[in-house]
């Protein structure tokens, strides 16, 4: 990309092969002809002479008076431009005086371009590296290890050991359902000589339910999915867990990407849909609502339709859009026209919802009326001796409606005509009326929540200037962006639908590459792109770009296929290096650019629960419906604005994490402190903050206490008077291998003395729980606060 | 600033300093007692690769005193006789035009003046209402901003306008910035710590303190002013202290056997985070301790003052010790507090209404202003106080309501005051026209106050960025001027 050109050289500058170059690569990001920062553009000579805000940019012949020299040229190392970047070098701005000086020729109505942004170009399927040589520390298993080790010997690092097998399982465990194995699992397959048991286990796990809940998550935090509107308001969204369950379901039944896509983002718009395709359309009806009493109501509208075309923007297309509501984007190649054309899309859509019906709902309904109906009939027959004389059919017929009917207390006092009020005790029996009618359970009336097309009053759109939804600019339709392959030009009136389709043609560089590199994140911590949501200028570069436009080729020709795609990665050696810090004497790659090794990170915050409900056996299993709301103090509750958080009872207080009920002015604190998001806004990869308020949550959180005393409950019970045995039980459950000698010394040493407090402690306060049980639970808790317990190496 | 590539490697990098401090200390790791470890510096919240100081610092600490609901700024800090004049009187319609309202109905809607009687005190003769007989005993140390306004006129927008610089949820707050650019400077203690005196709760619930896209270590942590202060902080129940410790110890012994084993630096933070997560567990609870406070003090505050009120009993003793609270937060290195109030949301009876909320919050503020600096702690405290908006000079008469007893919101135009820190006390900035509608003189929007507070802790408010979805994010967004007059 350098100059040839030597700018001391006699020879004249010429334009195509000296100038034009250092353009295109330094200046036309930000000033071509439709992108102009400043106004300015350097796409033609005209341009460049015209000049932007600050006036001619050039006077050709005198690059004295030539402002260009000024903007480029450095002083102490530092120059106005090219922005952000390092100065041009000596040579290209001796190049550009020399060019101006010689009379600045542009060879006529040559037009330059800005470069194509690297993951905008087309997608193809690149050539496995050639120039390796397979070693016997790190066996090929799949094309992925070739461009893994291509690099490895390219940069002279020498990879990691291949995990071991207890690692192995527990990494597996960890990333495909966020459960632990079980203790005899681990031995199984540690045990197992088959040579396709990682295989077998790979496959089992993704056809284990808990894999649709463990990546389900993932694309929940894509699409900001809370239970209540979010700003003061904040009202609770009953029903918008019909839209988790979908995405369980759908990753669970490996619901091919584009379809998944599809049907989210246009599901209404299928011809027929299904009942699950319009409640798949609930992935935009999870953006933020404000219904704050007297505000503007069509200014959150658009509000809610700017996070719409953001989040798609994030989603699928890995372009910050949002950059381009006020304005031109400053970095990627998307006008303020371009953003208001795919505005326009989700501009005529319509809050409605869909009636679900869930077996387990109404057996829940059956269930709960068989408790309910005995006491109302023993009710009834006391009522029976209130009544009028002479009730007539009439009469009867309106008391059963009146009740029928009933909503409040006060309901009841249409009853007074038909009933000896006066007699004794009525007040009691009109009481516990109330009380048994304010209890009676409600009959199923699940509404998802979903997205229609408006037909009649469709909304025109219009660019806001500025950003600002009132002020109306030019008239826009229905459009993509036209850096991208455009759309089949079947008609005029372009919708959601074709919209979902584009993302998914075939000459569509983005989707994939986008997609595919979030499957690479969830399972080594980091994407090969390291900014899921921007793939544009001011996004990280990929790591490894040929590795993946492999991946994503091979995403598409393997039907979008998501369970695919993991498996190929999983039974990669690359995936299954150990993720040892000092697993190899490499240390000019701290940061595992190279993936040398596997990378080591805390698990996600509802893991952080699962794993030690699961470890403990508390863990409760079902899949999908309503949310949980653990138990909370008042203090935390308060805070928001009429917060109601009646804790949830029996065995669903331990359902897994993802199914807390997550209000947005009162997101749950557990979730919180270890970096959930926070539903405001599409979130394509959490935060991993490492806390003190992490350790006082572990130590002391209600839920994670009990956790360790079940557990220590079980190992006194299972191995009474074996701590060694108990401790090897405790180990294997929360980290899949046996403990160390040292390790087994520590805790040993830890459990006499804690037993000796214990038992102080239960002379001095008359306790009735044994010492050995106190100290046994105190161990159990000193496991479970280990880092290993809640890394996934 | 910190390319967002480089986020989740900063704990990272943080961790590799620390790595090679372990590497150095001979004993290492798993033989290394709780009790030397809590003898070692601690970081909370805070991560040396992210500080930064720009310009000169003046501020070190800030406690924010936030007034939830919009207090009425023509009853208690900016007098407009004329407003009384026209009491009573429509306004001009070439105000009223193009305004819209969160509740009042233009056409109907009336100017109503104030009840209140305003004088000149102190040096400076800065006017207060009568509402206000203890600040206008601190008024020298003050500086009174008249003018300022934004567009934000409902009550979460508002707030979060004020704590974060957007009217979006999701960004970070005041608070988390500062801690972001600065650390903490406590061993024990959370950097950005909130109290609240709430009645119904506020709107944005625990996005007042929120630290947005930054990392979750830079969020406000929410404290209780009785009892065990944080959530989680105390022993689960039957849990004595010596077999915390106890424990404690096996865990740092047992993670530093496995740091050793694998090495990887994210182990030593967690080690770190026990130790800290400990010593807060010690220094929290004395922190709400009073008992070594003088009885002086305490009157001076109205800790022990008797509150008969029906609704919100108890807010005067609660405020009060919460304004103390901060007191001894700051002495104690903790960044940032926010102190909510809520509600001065006065849609009707504003004049009881007033009354009320002064008479909570008037004497503990003026005694918390005279303890800062009586212990040489104003200086290089901050004091800030104001809510999301004010109120209109015209009477509220929303549809339902039988009489006209109060105001609607008003962003146009509206008070606040700061005070030590590196402000330039007793005086007054801004002017507002002779009905209090627009501001007439040195506006100061809510960017060009954040500008200014982030100057007054050293930091240049374009500089302080935060790169997300792909764009760099700062508080001020992309306004904001620093109130030169406002320094010291």
């Given at each position: 990309?350098?100059?040839?050109?030597?700018?001391?050289?006699?020879?004249?500058?010429?334009?195509?092969?000296?100038?034009?170059?250092?353009?295109?690569?330094?200046?036309?990001?930000?000033?071509?002809?439709?992108?102009?920062?400043?106004?300015?553009?350097?796409?033609?000579?005209?341009?460049?002479?015209?000049?932007?805000?600050?006036?001619?940019?050039?006077?050709?012949?005198?690059?004295?008076?030539?402002?260009?020299?000024?903007?480029?040229?450095?002083?102490?190392?530092?120059?106005?431009?090219?922005?952000?970047?390092?100065?041009?070098?000596?040579?290209?701005?001796?190049?550009?005086?020399?060019?101006?000086?010689?009379?600045?020729?542009?060879?006529?109505?040559?037009?330059?371009?800005?470069?194509?942004?690297?993951?905008?170009?087309?997608?193809?399927?690149?050539?496995?590296?050639?120039?390796?040589?397979?070693?016997?520390?790190?066996?090929?298993?799949?094309?992925?290890?070739?461009?893994?080790?291509?690099?490895?010997?390219?940069?002279?690092?020498?990879?990691?050991?291949?995990?071991?097998?207890?690692?192995?399982?527990?990494?597996?465990?960890?990333?495909?359902?966020?459960?632990?194995?079980?203790?005899?699992?681990?031995?199984?397959?540690?045990?197992?000589?088959?040579?396709?048991?990682?295989?077998?286990?790979?496959?089992?796990?993704?056809?284990?339910?808990?894999?649709?809940?463990?990546?389900?998550?993932?694309?929940?935090?894509?699409?900001?999915?809370?239970?209540?509107?979010?700003?003061?308001?904040?009202?609770?969204?009953?029903?918008?867990?019909?839209?988790?369950?979908?995405?369980?379901?759908?990753?669970?039944?490996?619901?091919?990407?584009?379809?998944?896509?599809?049907?989210?983002?246009?599901?209404?718009?299928?011809?027929?849909?299904?009942?699950?395709?319009?409640?798949?359309?609930?992935?935009?009806?999870?953006?933020?609502?404000?219904?704050?009493?007297?505000?503007?109501?069509?200014?959150?509208?658009?509000?809610?339709?700017?996070?719409?075309?953001?989040?798609?923007?994030?989603?699928?297309?890995?372009?910050?859009?949002?950059?381009?509501?006020?304005?031109?984007?400053?970095?990627?190649?998307?006008?303020?026209?371009?953003?208001?054309?795919?505005?326009?899309?989700?501009?005529?859509?319509?809050?409605?919802?869909?009636?679900?019906?869930?077996?387990?709902?109404?057996?829940?309904?059956?269930?709960?009326?068989?408790?309910?109906?005995?006491?109302?009939?023993?009710?009834?027959?006391?009522?029976?001796?209130?009544?009028?004389?002479?009730?007539?059919?009439?009469?009867?017929?309106?008391?059963?409606?009146?009740?029928?009917?009933?909503?409040?207390?006060?309901?009841?006092?249409?009853?007074?005509?038909?009933?000896?009020?006066?007699?004794?005790?009525?007040?009691?029996?009109?009481?516990?009326?109330?009380?048994?009618?304010?209890?009676?359970?409600?009959?199923?009336?699940?509404?998802?929540?979903?997205?229609?097309?408006?037909?009649?009053?469709?909304?025109?759109?219009?660019?806001?200037?500025?950003?600002?939804?009132?002020?109306?600019?030019?008239?826009?339709?229905?459009?993509?962006?036209?850096?991208?392959?455009?759309?089949?030009?079947?008609?005029?009136?372009?919708?959601?639908?074709?919209?979902?389709?584009?993302?998914?043609?075939?000459?569509?560089?983005?989707?994939?590459?986008?997609?595919?590199?979030?499957?690479?994140?969830?399972?080594?911590?980091?994407?090969?792109?390291?900014?899921?949501?921007?793939?544009?200028?001011?996004?990280?570069?990929?790591?490894?770009?040929?590795?993946?436009?492999?991946?994503?080729?091979?995403?598409?020709?393997?039907?979008?296929?998501?369970?695919?795609?993991?498996?190929?990665?999983?039974?990669?050696?690359?995936?299954?290096?150990?993720?040892?810090?000092?697993?190899?004497?490499?240390?000019?790659?701290?940061?595992?650019?190279?993936?040398?090794?596997?990378?080591?990170?805390?698990?996600?915050?509802?893991?952080?629960?699962?794993?030690?409900?699961?470890?403990?056996?508390?863990?409760?299993?079902?899949?999908?419906?309503?949310?949980?709301?653990?138990?909370?103090?008042?203090?935390?509750?308060?805070?928001?604005?009429?917060?109601?958080?009646?804790?949830?009872?029996?065995?669903?207080?331990?359902?897994?994490?993802?199914?807390?009920?997550?209000?947005?002015?009162?997101?749950?604190?557990?979730?919180?402190?270890?970096?959930?998001?926070?539903?405001?806004?599409?979130?394509?990869?959490?935060?991993?903050?490492?806390?003190?308020?992490?350790?006082?949550?572990?130590?002391?959180?209600?839920?994670?206490?009990?956790?360790?005393?079940?557990?220590?409950?079980?190992?006194?019970?299972?191995?009474?008077?074996?701590?060694?045995?108990?401790?090897?039980?405790?180990?294997?459950?929360?980290?899949?291998?046996?403990?160390?000698?040292?390790?087994?010394?520590?805790?040993?040493?830890?459990?006499?003395?804690?037993?000796?407090?214990?038992?102080?402690?239960?002379?001095?306060?008359?306790?009735?729980?044994?010492?050995?049980?106190?100290?046994?639970?105190?161990?159990?808790?000193?496991?479970?606060?280990?880092?290993?317990?809640?890394?996934?190496? | 600033?910190?390319?967002?590539?480089?986020?989740?490697?900063?704990?990272?990098?943080?961790?590799?300093?620390?790595?090679?401090?372990?590497?150095?200390?001979?004993?290492?790791?798993?033989?290394?007692?709780?009790?030397?470890?809590?003898?070692?510096?601690?970081?909370?919240?805070?991560?040396?690769?992210?500080?930064?100081?720009?310009?000169?610092?003046?501020?070190?600490?800030?406690?924010?005193?936030?007034?939830?609901?919009?207090?009425?700024?023509?009853?208690?800090?900016?007098?407009?006789?004329?407003?009384?004049?026209?009491?009573?009187?429509?306004?001009?319609?070439?105000?009223?035009?193009?305004?819209?309202?969160?509740?009042?109905?233009?056409?109907?809607?009336?100017?109503?003046?104030?009840?209140?009687?305003?004088?000149?005190?102190?040096?400076?003769?800065?006017?207060?209402?009568?509402?206000?007989p203890h600040l206008s005993t601190c008024v020298d140390d003050i500086a009174m901003i008249r003018s300022m306004h934004c567009e934000q006129f409902n009550h979460l927008p508002g707030q979060l306008m004020m704590l974060s610089g957007s009217d979006l949820q999701g960004r970070p707050t005041l608070g988390s910035w500062l801690n972001y650019g600065l650390g903490s400077e406590s061993q024990n203690l959370p950097g950005y710590v909130v109290l609240a005196t709430l009645g119904r709760g506020l709107p944005g619930g625990a996005s007042s303190w929120s630290s947005g896209f930054l990392p979750s270590q830079y969020a406000g942590t929410l404290f209780r002013n009785q009892g065990s202060p944080v959530l989680n902080l105390a022993n689960p129940t039957g849990l004595s202290s010596q077999a915390q410790q106890r424990s404690l110890q096996t865990i740092n012994e047992l993670n530093g056997l496995r740091f050793d084993q694998i090495g990887n630096p994210e182990i030593a933070s967690r080690i770190k985070a026990y130790e800290l997560a400990f010593r807060m567990q010690q220094t929290a609870p004395e922190l709400l301790d009073l008992s070594g406070e003088t009885k002086t003090t305490l009157e001076e505050y109205g800790v022990t003052r008797e509150d008969t009120s029906k609704t919100n009993t108890g807010f005067m003793?609660?405020?009060?010790?919460?304004?103390?609270?901060?007191?001894?937060?700051?002495?104690?290195?903790?960044?940032?507090?926010?102190?909510?109030?809520?509600?001065?949301?006065?849609?009707?009876?504003?004049?009881?209404?007033?009354?009320?909320?002064?008479?909570i919050s008037d004497q503990p503020i003026a005694a918390l202003l005279k303890d800062l600096k009586r212990r040489g702690l104003l200086d290089e405290t901050l004091v800030v106080f104001g809510g999301e908006f004010g109120r209109t000079p015209l009477g509220e008469n929303r549809v339902n309501f039988k009489k006209v007893t109060g105001r609607d919101h008003h962003p146009y135009s509206y008070s606040m005051w700061l005070a030590g820190g590196g402000i330039k006390g007793g005086q007054v900035i801004g002017e507002t026209d002779e009905i209090g509608w627009g501001v007439t003189k040195d506006p100061v929007h809510v960017h060009d106050l954040h500008a200014t507070i982030l100057q007054l802790f050293g930091l240049d408010h374009k500089k302080l960025t935060y790169q997300f979805q792909g764009r760099d994010?700062?508080?001020?967004?992309?306004?904001?001027?620093?109130?030169?007059?406002?320094?010291?």
């Amino acid at each position: 990309m350098a100059s040839t050109q030597n700018a001391l050289s006699a020879e004249p500058v010429n334009f195509i092969r000296d100038v034009a170059p250092i353009f295109e690569r330094h200046c036309l990001i930000c000033h071509n002809q439709r992108v102009r920062m400043g106004e300015l553009s350097l796409h033609s000579a005209d341009a460049l002479v015209k000049g932007g805000e600050n006036g001619e940019a050039l006077v050709p012949g005198d690059p004295e008076s030539s402002y260009l020299m000024d903007l480029v040229t450095s002083t102490d190392g530092v120059a106005e431009m090219p922005k952000e970047e390092s100065p041009l070098s000596k040579n290209d701005v001796a190049i550009i005086r020399r060019w101006i000086t010689e009379g600045a020729t542009w060879p006529k109505d040559l037009m330059l371009k800005p470069p194509v942004l690297w993951s905008m170009k087309p997608l193809q399927r690149p050539a496995l590296p050639a120039n390796f040589r397979p070693t016997p520390q790190f066996r090929i298993r799949t094309p992925i290890d070739v461009f893994v080790a291509a690099r490895h010997q390219k940069a002279g690092i020498k990879p990691a050991p291949q995990a071991n097998r207890r690692t192995l399982i527990r990494r597996l465990y960890l990333d495909l359902v966020g459960l632990l194995p079980a203790p005899q699992v681990v031995e199984a397959f540690v045990a197992d000589k088959d040579t396709l048991a990682y295989e077998k286990l790979v496959d089992q796990l993704l056809s284990s339910p808990h894999y649709g809940e463990r990546w389900g998550r993932y694309w929940l935090d894509l699409a900001r999915y809370a239970d209540s509107d979010g700003y003061l308001g904040d009202s609770m969204r009953p029903h918008a867990w019909v839209y988790r369950e979908w995405v369980i379901n759908a990753i669970n039944e490996d619901l091919p990407f584009d379809q998944f896509t599809i049907e989210q983002l246009a599901g209404d718009l299928l011809d027929k849909p299904t009942a699950s395709q319009k409640i798949a359309t609930g992935f935009h009806r999870n953006t933020l609502s404000n219904t704050e009493a007297g505000v503007d109501l069509e200014l959150y509208r658009t509000k809610e339709i700017v996070d719409r075309v953001n989040t798609t923007g994030m989603v699928w297309l890995g372009l910050t859009l949002g950059c381009a509501e006020c304005h031109d984007h400053k970095h990627d190649p998307i006008s303020q026209k371009e953003f208001y054309q795919l505005y326009s899309f989700f501009n005529n859509t319509v809050e409605s919802s869909v009636k679900v019906q869930n077996s387990w709902e109404k057996e829940e309904y059956e269930q709960d009326m068989q408790k309910w109906q005995p006491a109302y009939d023993q009710l009834q027959a006391q009522l029976k001796s209130y009544e009028i004389k002479d009730l007539t059919e009439k009469q009867r017929a309106e008391i059963t409606k009146i009740i029928a009917a009933y909503k409040k207390s006060t309901d009841l006092k249409k009853l007074v005509s038909f009933y000896q009020t006066k007699k004794n005790g009525w007040d009691k029996i009109n009481s516990k009326l109330d009380q048994l009618l304010k209890t009676k359970p409600a009959k199923p009336s699940t509404k998802a929540p979903s997205f229609t097309e408006r037909k009649k009053d469709r909304r025109d759109t219009f660019i806001h200037v500025r950003g600002i939804y009132n002020r109306p600019g030019e008239k826009v339709t229905p459009g993509t962006p036209t850096v991208l392959p455009g759309l089949p030009s079947k008609n005029n009136n372009l919708n959601r639908l074709d919209f979902a389709q584009w993302l998914f043609q075939e000459n569509h560089p983005m989707t994939a590459r986008v997609a595919v590199n979030r499957i690479w994140q969830q399972l080594f911590g980091h994407g090969i792109v390291a900014t899921p949501n921007d793939f544009g200028t001011k996004g990280a570069k990929p790591t490894h770009p040929l590795l993946l436009d492999w991946l994503a080729v091979e995403y598409r020709e393997r039907q979008w296929s998501r369970k695919a795609m993991i498996r190929m990665i999983v039974l990669s050696s690359t995936y299954q290096l150990s993720s040892a810090a000092n697993a190899s004497p490499n240390n000019k790659d701290l940061n595992n650019q190279l993936l040398w090794r596997q990378n080591s990170y805390r698990v996600n915050a509802e893991i952080v629960r699962d794993i030690h409900l699961t470890a403990s056996g508390l863990l409760d299993r079902t899949i999908g419906r309503r949310g949980i709301r653990p138990p909370l103090p008042a203090f935390v509750t308060d805070v928001g604005r009429s917060v109601k958080w009646p804790a949830s009872q029996g065995s669903e207080r331990y359902r897994r994490g993802m199914y807390i009920v997550f209000k947005r002015t009162v997101p749950y604190p557990m979730l919180m402190t270890f970096d959930a998001p926070d539903a405001t806004v599409s979130c394509s990869r959490r935060e991993r903050s490492n806390t003190p308020l992490q350790a006082l949550t572990l130590l002391n959180g209600p839920m994670f206490y009990e956790c360790a005393q079940e557990l220590g409950r079980q190992m006194i019970k299972q191995h009474p008077d074996n701590l060694q045995a108990a401790i090897q039980e405790m180990f294997m459950r929360c980290f899949s291998r046996p403990a160390s000698k040292q390790e087994l010394k520590y805790l040993s040493a830890a459990y006499s003395d804690l037993l000796q407090l214990a038992d102080k402690q239960s002379k001095e306060t008359k306790q009735t729980e044994p010492p050995q049980l106190t100290a046994m639970v105190q161990v159990a808790r000193i496991v479970m606060n280990l880092d290993e317990f809640i890394t996934r190496d | 600033m910190i390319p967002e590539q480089f986020n989740n490697q900063t704990n990272e990098l943080d961790a590799l300093n620390r790595r090679r401090f372990f590497a150095t200390s001979a004993s290492g790791l798993g033989t290394l007692a709780l009790a030397s470890l809590m003898k070692q510096d601690g970081l909370f919240a805070s991560d040396p690769t992210t500080q930064l100081s720009h310009i000169a610092p003046r501020a070190k600490r800030c406690i924010y005193l936030f007034m939830e609901g919009g207090p009425s700024q023509m009853d208690l800090f900016d007098p407009k006789p004329k407003l009384n004049e026209l009491d009573g009187q429509p306004m001009p319609e070439s105000i009223l035009k193009d305004i819209k309202f969160a509740f009042i109905q233009k056409e109907a809607a009336r100017l109503m003046g104030s009840p209140r009687t305003f004088r000149r005190y102190g040096e400076c003769g800065m006017e207060l209402s009568d509402l206000l007989p203890h600040l206008s005993t601190c008024v020298d140390d003050i500086a009174m901003i008249r003018s300022m306004h934004c567009e934000q006129f409902n009550h979460l927008p508002g707030q979060l306008m004020m704590l974060s610089g957007s009217d979006l949820q999701g960004r970070p707050t005041l608070g988390s910035w500062l801690n972001y650019g600065l650390g903490s400077e406590s061993q024990n203690l959370p950097g950005y710590v909130v109290l609240a005196t709430l009645g119904r709760g506020l709107p944005g619930g625990a996005s007042s303190w929120s630290s947005g896209f930054l990392p979750s270590q830079y969020a406000g942590t929410l404290f209780r002013n009785q009892g065990s202060p944080v959530l989680n902080l105390a022993n689960p129940t039957g849990l004595s202290s010596q077999a915390q410790q106890r424990s404690l110890q096996t865990i740092n012994e047992l993670n530093g056997l496995r740091f050793d084993q694998i090495g990887n630096p994210e182990i030593a933070s967690r080690i770190k985070a026990y130790e800290l997560a400990f010593r807060m567990q010690q220094t929290a609870p004395e922190l709400l301790d009073l008992s070594g406070e003088t009885k002086t003090t305490l009157e001076e505050y109205g800790v022990t003052r008797e509150d008969t009120s029906k609704t919100n009993t108890g807010f005067m003793g609660s405020y009060a010790r919460n304004c103390l609270l901060a007191r001894r937060m700051v002495e104690r290195g903790v960044r940032f507090v926010t102190l909510f109030l809520s509600t001065w949301d006065h849609h009707s009876s504003l004049d009881s209404g007033l009354k009320r909320y002064t008479q909570i919050s008037d004497q503990p503020i003026a005694a918390l202003l005279k303890d800062l600096k009586r212990r040489g702690l104003l200086d290089e405290t901050l004091v800030v106080f104001g809510g999301e908006f004010g109120r209109t000079p015209l009477g509220e008469n929303r549809v339902n309501f039988k009489k006209v007893t109060g105001r609607d919101h008003h962003p146009y135009s509206y008070s606040m005051w700061l005070a030590g820190g590196g402000i330039k006390g007793g005086q007054v900035i801004g002017e507002t026209d002779e009905i209090g509608w627009g501001v007439t003189k040195d506006p100061v929007h809510v960017h060009d106050l954040h500008a200014t507070i982030l100057q007054l802790f050293g930091l240049d408010h374009k500089k302080l960025t935060y790169q997300f979805q792909g764009r760099d994010f700062r508080l001020t967004d992309v306004s904001g001027n620093v109130v030169e007059k406002l320094l010291a």
